[in-house]
Nanobody, 125 residues
């Protein structure tokens, strides 16, 4: 199983970016898809998750109101729309897929089975 993330780049504070993560399997065959991020010198942090059936979404408090996760099961792709970016959003963003992830663990990276390689987002002030 491969997850290919793209869409990162260098932007200024206040700008928007949309990340994409395309899976080599049907996203509908997973239970949850998620985005995590890791800034230099920091631990991996949950950003957002989406249930593959039903589409329920979960977003970290640090990005609530600015980031939105969505999916297109027909394209086996999950998106992360990031608006009003801040310098503290600078990190490597990785997508993950979980086939047995349960709701209480959507924010736990250990609950996901497959990971993409990550895409770097740099926000300048």
């Amino acid at each position: 199983v491969q997850l290919q993330a793209c869409g990162g780049g260098l932007v200024q504070a206040g700008d928007s970016l949309r990340l994409s993560c395309t899976a080599s399997i049907r996203t509908s065959s997973t239970r949850y898809m998620a985005w995590f991020r890791q800034a230099p010198g920091k631990e991996r942090e949950f950003v957002a998750a989406i249930r593959s059936s039903g589409g329920n979404t979960y977003v970290a408090d640090s990005v609530k109101g600015r980031f939105e996760i969505s999916r297109d099961n027909a394209k086996n792709t999950v998106y992360l729309q990031m608006n009003s970016l801040k310098p503290e959003d600078t990190a490597v963003y990785s997508c993950a897929a979980g086939q047995r992830t349960i709701l209480s663990a959507v924010r736990d990276p250990e609950a996901y089975d497959y990971w993409g390689q990550g895409t770097l987002v740099t926000v300048s002030s």
